[in-house]
């Protein structure tokens, strides 16, 4: 399994990287990277519903899996070291919104744990991706219905950020890589 987690790694990287670099050079503001990726991942979990309903072979399962789950562990870490701070301090009095999706994000978290540390010929594996997927799904529509649209009214240089974060971004992709 290690050397299947290092080859979905680099591919990964290697993907992922080539969209940061777009984004970073076209300056994208905060709120459409992180748009872009909620996207990106939405993608990948439609494909993967494509190979269970195909039953693909484990192993196809398994790399689009991990694959998923390096995104999302991207994407929370860049949210919760530079958007989330940055956002509670400018929403004020509606923190609130960022409290429930740092829960949701820890239970996303847990939820990625198992996926990483099962296999796909496990009788829940599937299962469990199915759930991240729903809870992304409803993370996402929080966040783009609520905490953007407001994100975008308060003062935030919006640019600065999603340039910070898009360069964090490339940092943690060379991490995965190793």
Known sequence: MPATKKATSSSTESRSSSKTSGSSSSKLDAIKLLTQDHKEVKKLFDDYDKLVKGDADADEREALAQEICEMLTLHATIE????????????????????????????????????????????LYDAKVKVLSEYIQHHVK?????????????????????????????????????
């Open 80 to 123: 919760e070291e530079l958007f989330y701070p940055q956002a509670r301090e400018a929403l004020g009095d509606n923190e609130d919104l960022i409290d429930e999706a740092t829960v949701e994000h820890a239970s996303a978290k847990e939820l990625i744990a198992q996926i990483e540390e099962s296999s796909p010929d496990e009788e």
């Open 142 to 178: 929080e966040e783009e219905g609520e905490i953007f649209p407001k994100i975008k009214k308060a003062e935030l240089d919006l640019l600065a950020l999603g340039e910070e974060m898009a360069q964090r971004k490339e940092v943690l992709q060379s991490s995965f890589a190793r």
